[in-house]
């Protein structure tokens, strides 16, 4: 299986927490957490390469971390005080090449979970 597979979505009101889950077959894949709410593009949300570099977009800096686990086999978004403005669809994607600084840039990912939605009330 080489397409990821996400879960741990849902709804939330403001300031709560979600963990969002990955699961994927190489432990060598830079990976990365995307997100497309109705009417916008898709956006990168975090990052991480082959090696541990870890890069989060502006928006989500201080709330959200990306982790994976030690066989890095599946990888984690926990998203502290969630926001109205975090409700969107959140994919996972997987490549095979490390693309480092291109890491939050949805064209450098091969592979694409289905995505689990994320909905935030105020």
């Known amino acids: 299986q080489v397409q990821p597979v996400e879960s741990g979505g849902g709804s939330v009101q403001a300031g709560g927490s979600l963990r969002l889950s990955c699961a994927y077959t190489?432990?060598?894949?830079?990976m990365g957490w995307f997100r497309q709410a109705p009417g916008k593009e898709r956006e990168g949300v975090a990052c991480?390469?082959?090696?541990?570099?870890?890069r989060y977009t502006n928006a989500v800096k201080g709330r959200f971390t990306i982790s994976n686990d030690n066989a890095k086999t599946t990888l984690y978004l926990q998203m502290n005080s969630l926001k109205p403005e975090d409700t969107a669809m959140y994919y996972c994607?997987?490549?095979?090449?490390?693309?480092?600084?291109?890491?939050?840039?949805?064209?450098?990912?091969?592979?694409w979970g289905q995505g689990t939605q994320v909905t935030v009330s105020s």
């Open positions: 190489y432990s060598r894949y830079s």
């Open positions: 991480i390469s082959p090696g541990g570099i870890i």
């Open positions: 994607a997987a490549s095979r090449r490390d693309v480092a600084v291109f890491c939050l840039i949805s064209r450098s990912y091969d592979y």
